[in-house]
């Protein structure tokens, strides 16, 4: 099977449509803290909101942004592996933090 020029061309356009629609697909959602795992864990996604008298492992400074589970994706947000799917606030806390080594 040989192909021309303009197939090639048409294969290609729909290429890169299908990959730019796969990436906006895939986009993850913040998580909610209302998010009954993430009750369980105590996220919150402002440090200011963190309940000590429930969670007393909570220190001044441990934030999502410096947690060995976090990824950042942008300045303000990342994944986390206790949270698979959603996104979570760089500025947040959850009782699974854990220092970033180094």
């Known amino acids: 099977m ?3 020029r303009r197939q090639f061309m048409k294969v290609s356009v729909a290429s890169v449509a299908a990959l ?3 990436k906006v697909a895939y986009a ?3 998580l909610e803290e209302s ?7 105590g ?5 200011n909101k963190v309940d000590t ?3 007393p492992k909570y220190k001044q400074g441990q934030l999502c942004s410096n947690c060995q589970l976090y990824t950042a994706k ?3 947000a990342g994944t986390c592996t206790a949270f698979p799917g959603k ?3 760089g500025n947040g806390w959850c009782n699974l933090w854990v220092k970033k080594p180094g």
């Open 43 to 47: 996220y919150v996604d402002d440090v």
């Open 87 to 89: 996104l979570v606030a």
């Open 53 to 55: 008298g429930k969670f």
């Open 28 to 30: 993850q959602p913040m």
């Open 35 to 41: 998010n009954p795992q993430a009750k369980a864990l």
């Open 74 to 76: 942008s300045d303000n």
């Open 20 to 22: 730019a629609t796969a």
């Open 2 to 4: 040989t192909t021309n």
